[in-house]
């Protein structure tokens, strides 16, 4: 029998290895050739931006971690409140932890951006091998980070505390670290890539009529400072938060949900964490297998990404059922495999449903792209239902994987089917964060007049990312839903841990069903992600706008940009996209972290009197599965829909329907445009928005939790529905505050 | 004490009030002159239009309900069924109310667009007030159709089943009727309006670059066919149906709840029909305080309207309060009154702030104007954030009424609410169902070439119509949310009728909140609308692409036509509507009926056995609740910046930004053109998907009940949760299985 400190070992030297091969793929990518002078100090000026803005991002997200540090140690002195001190440690380390993961993958993509255009001035594979080598440095350092931390963590807070279900507690402080930072990588990466992609084409290519990335646009190096600070360092933080969730939930939910005992609760403890350490290994023995050959079309080239994907998830998947038979589950080794089976395959199927909405080589963005000819805004119609139907297959195959994971392991089977679907991110993670570096090369190519055919293997590359960058939103969409999933039900269980009454005691479910504070709690969390995306939508269109008026400035008073006598004043668009990105992340982030505590606030301040009829723990149980469902489909709808336009355009200025120019490209242009922000900005940053509630509420759960405590003999009163009590003494309104709040 | 037989006789009375009003306001606007004959001529064409596409889609749809009507006799044949045969006669003479209230709101629609173009020749107040007669009509009729049913039914059933639940249950068959009628109405409606709406613009205005209703171009007569069966038709059969149920609601859940004995319970019964029929007779007062002047500008024509509305809804507030001290609700009648006056200023407050967002004379839809500079992507980036935004206002005026109704008289007070919300459709949908006769008749005083000053009375008039109908949009959706809450909650408490253990019995609040079933019964619910909206937005595009090639092909074939010298082939392009419209409303129609019944019977077939760790009662209710979250949202957001897009095209059309055909114009085309199926097929059509998913599981829920008998001794077993479960027997597939079906 494997035991806690076994596993910690196993994974610490697991993560041990991931780092070093990090540092190793790191040193790899550096030694290559950085070309001309040219290249270096188009390279330089990425550099610059991006370091810039992570810099100007870190100090203002530094000030809110010290905040809410400082009320976390607050929260927890106060006695009874059933919090940890060590909750606010895990947080810093989550917090460092995440953004430590953004701010390598971001300082290796603009290093790599110029190794893979020289690399791709040699041959295809050497630029495909120094690309995806530089997206294995960020996702081996994500993976191996969270393993390192979550499990030094545990065996450090089970030695301090004594006790599993607390350590596993407080343990949720380190996946709120790492989802605090993620929530303004996203919004304000994503505020900043658009706002600088779009501002750049529609004075650029639009008004002034040069192509994309051309050195005379003075967006350009904001638009390529973008792709790392939106794509890379915000998918990275926003991936190393869910998967560290789901290991945290399956620990949380295996200690505290009570259906393991003895040597099955070590087991179901160890278990998420044997099978992440698996995955680490595999997916680095996997991404060798990612290479190609000279001359190798889309289809080749793609099919190298998928070689390393779906091999990774077999040989994990073995792994998986070996793991579940040597542990001692008892009978329940079948149900906890076909559980953690069920969220790999899941994983698998949500990236190929994803990749048929949004590929045009299938029929979906096939019929968009005939349906430019039809104008803007038949285009914008048609992709936006697309979006819509596209929700089908996630939302089914999440329903299935939590089904079949419930019936075969109970809610420790939703836990580790989110561990097994995340459980191959060592590769997944990288070919997305490849995709960017490819966008970059192609930018620097074009930026600095290298030959047609090295632009001609880089957009080769550039398509290959655009196609696995929407296959990893699509991924990322499903594990965030079954994370925050896991979360909820950690949440919901550790609620009522110690006999606490938050949620009341048993009742008829027809009562709890109907119960206002409940339903109500569906609606505000239903309203959340539809705020939060206005928000993000408008704060794109509000930068892009400055955007377009600084470049048609420089156009008009800087002479001789046109014909290349004069260099534009590239750091004026990085600064204005910086300024707006980080000025403008802070309210939906805000909103997000906000809305859980003050609902808890409230919920705790109502115990026992009139307020207690509006708002009452089981409200924020509400908000929780409100904004899963409704974040959920926004999110795919918003991913895919974007996807779809954007390969839709692409296909046309292929050649079809009137290529380039015609009509329908200008239709299709449109659609692009609006699709955008939904998928780099709005879509991405509802992930987060879902999971940083579902795990700020876990945080908090204990000190809710400890505000309704037990009471002998209360028990049948403390029903938390108003409705169907036969009414006696006609009082109701202070009579439903006193039931709802169990006081 | 007014009892049951004295209230019944009231309603009747004010219900025969209310038809003879309507016939009354039909001979008024009958009587008018029909001017030229080129107008009649016009008139006729459009007559015959909308007659053929309502007598097709009845027909379709009549085959539908015949169908159900059995499944419902053989339902209710079924030994132990617990269903009433007198649903299946409730069903049917709720089909036919909603459908005649329909085709009496169409058929007087189509012949007062010619008489009010004919009475704007005369004057502007003339023509006000032969539009909005036309539109009591309709109204009238609806409230009145809706008060006479329900009463005499509910009468009757009493006295058949010698039990007021019992009837209350039977009763839900009236409802269901009405929104089997309204989903196709509005689906089909909606296809057919926008389809023909937009084919017609797409080529004659933007192609041909001829005037909207051109006489030229063969999709006109279509156009304004359209306008009737959609906006008239669908708009009446739909909130026929509100109104019904949130009646029938109330009464069900005053019946089953439990929470009113004796004199109390025939109050809280004869309560929602009394302030129904108070609010039948106020109406009509009101709709006589609707007036205008010559030369009104549209703040004063707004006014006209807005004195009709607020009127009404003092009187009626005024009403509440005495009835609820007359009645016998002992210390309850504050706690009523609140309930019920919440729902009546939520109305109102919702239709205030749908006009905030739409309206161009506020913040929002000014700034939508302004970023048309930017182009038709920005446009529509906006829009659709304007939407989401727009959601807020909504969503917290239901929550807020939500709980206040709860707080004060537990669930009947939602229902109350929402009848309290919904007394004033007398007078609110007669200004929604002006608003299409208005714009009817500046089509045909385009057509026929009257004087420049009565197209712009007509244009002033329409203008009024496009606000009205956006606020009253806003209020369908607003009561269609209460409603379908309202009927969610007597369906979830009659399927614990009779000890029922549908929903198992009494559990720890924690299991039933994690249950797998009822949390992936959210996310089915959730996904229910996109797929929705999807289909509805497809259908429109296909139909919509159907028309542009007749259209094109007329003027290509047909010589002479661009001169005025042929007459185009009008009725082509009818049958061409009406055959895609009846073909694509059956696939989202039979979805919307099929799932609920789905799901149930997977329900019942899966008690017991493996199938129930997967499908059970409870999982209905989820689907109950993710839809109505989900679909209240997206139809808020696909109204409003439907509406938002539609009149910010009309900011720069009167002359900002450049003006007709400035390239701000043509960016706030496409913005309109993507709002068109937003506001007016796919959002309206979600109002009904909601009611009606809750109102067939309502309909249905005897049966599951009943095979879900209750059982002595087995209750502790019952708990529907399967989680948290000390599995002894490790044989964890079988045995959740048993948990959560209660065999």
Known sequence: MIDMNTTVLIAVVAGMIGLLFSLYQRSYVLAQDEGSD??????????????????????????????VTVALVFLSSVPGSGMSALTAVAFVLGALASGLSGYIGMYIAVRANVR?????????????????????????????????????????????????????????????????????????????TKAADVGADLVGKTEAGIPEDDPRNPATIADNVGDNVGDVAGMGSDLFESYASSIIAAISLATSAG??????????????????????????????????????????????????????????????????FALPFGEKNVGIVIATLSGLIGGVLIGYFTEYFTADTYGPTKALSASAEGGAGIVVIRGLALGMMSTLAPVVIVVVVTLLATSQADL?????????????????LATDAYGPVADNAGGIAEMSDLPEEVRDRTDALDSLGNTTAATGKGFAIGSAALTALALTAAFITALTAGGSTALGAAVNPADLLLNPQFVTGLFIGGLLPYIFSALTMVAVGDAAQQIVEEVRRQFREIK????????????????????????????????????????????????????????????????LLGSLVSAFMLAVMMANAGGAWDNAKKNIEAGNYGGKGSDAHKAAVVGDTVGDPFKDTSGPSLNILLKLLAIVSLVIAPLIGSAFPATAGAVDEQAPAIERTVDDDGNQASDAGDDSSGG
Request: charged residues 10%; proline residues 2%; hydrophobic residues 55%.
């Open 560 to 623: 001789g940009i046109m014909e290349g006598k004069a260099e534009p004043d590239y750091e004026r668009c990085v600064a204005i996209s910086t300024d707006s990105a980080i000025r403008q992340m802070l309210l939906p982030g805000i909103i997000a972290v906000g809305v859980p505590v003050g609902v808890a606030l409230l919920a705790v301040l109502g115990r026992g009197n009139a307020l207690g009829d509006f708002v009452a723990p089981i409200t924020l149980v509400g908000v």
């Open 38 to 67: 040219r290249m270096k100090q188009i390279a330089a000026a990425i550099q610059r931006g991006a370091q810039a803005f992570l810099s100007r991002e870190y100090r203002a997200v530094a000030i809110l971690v010290a905040i």
């Open 412 to 428: 420790y089977g939703v836990a580790v089917a989110a561990v097994g679907m995340l459980s191959t991110l060592g590769i997944t």
């Open 116 to 192: 893979t255009a020289q690399a791709a001035s040699q041959s295809l594979n050497k630029g495909l091998r120094v690309a995806f080598a530089s997206g294995t440095v960020m996702s081996t350092m994500v993976v191996s980070l969270a393993l390192l931390g979550i499990s030094i963590l545990f065996i450090l807070f089970v030695n301090e505390l004594g006790n599993a279900a607390q350590a596993a507690s407080a343990l949720a402080g380190f996946g709120f670290g790492g989802t605090s930072i993620a929530i303004f990588a996203r919004v304000g990466g994503g505020i900043y």
């Open 259 to 324: 259906a393991f005992v003895g040597d099955g609760l070590v087991a179901a403890q160890v278990f998420p964490l044997l099978v992440a350490t698996a995955g680490l290994i595999i997916s680095i023995i996997a991404s060798f297998l990612v290479r190609t050959e000279e001359g190798a079309d889309q289809e080749k080239l793609l099919g190298s990404i998928r070689t390393g994907i779906y091999s990774a998830s077999v040989m994990i998947g073995i792994v998986v059922i070996i793991l579940g």
